[in-house]
């Protein structure tokens, strides 16, 4: 079993490795457009426990056959908001049914727009809405 971070640009899917790698020989790949696909072929075949990737990178590798989704659990979208304003609904809604019926599918997003609403009663099952607020306390002069 192994679980999918999808961020919506490089820089994103870095971010999420540094932060996913939290407990020794746990095997985390990352898989980004933009970045030499044959090596990412070759570590797809030592079998990650965490894949952290953009939505094109995932539908690439998939359709070329170097892993299958029966095995993954757990898909997160993180910056949802961001994927959408970039254009990556698409490869969203060709992804989510791909998956097994049997998975945990976790949306995390800064605000929460129409595009974001819509993607979330189209792919989650029995949502559970959790609003964060975060404050920075202002420095005294």
């Not at 570590?43 to 953009?54: G, M, R, Y």
């Not at 809604?93 to 727009?113: G, I, N, W, Y």
């Amino acid at each position: 079993m192994f679980s999918i971070e999808s961020t919506p640009m490089t820089t994103l899917s870095t971010n999420g490795f540094k932060t996913a790698k939290f407990k020794h020989n746990i095997k985390i790949l990352t898989l980004t457009g933009g970045m030499p696909y044959k090596p990412q072929v070759h570590s797809l075949s030592h079998q990650a426990h965490i894949i952290v990737a953009t939505p094109g990178r995932v539908l690439k590798h998939l359709e070329d056959g170097n892993f299958l989704t029966e095995d993954i659990d757990t898909l997160v979208l993180d910056e949802a908001d961001r994927m959408l304003d970039m254009g990556f609904v698409k490869e969203i809604r060709k992804l989510h049914p791909l998956l097994p019926k049997k998975h945990q599918t976790l949306l995390f997003s800064a605000t929460f727009s129409d595009k974001v609403r819509k993607l979330s009663k189209l792919i989650l099952n029995k949502p559970a809405f959790k609003i964060f607020l975060f404050v920075n306390p202002i420095p005294p002069l």
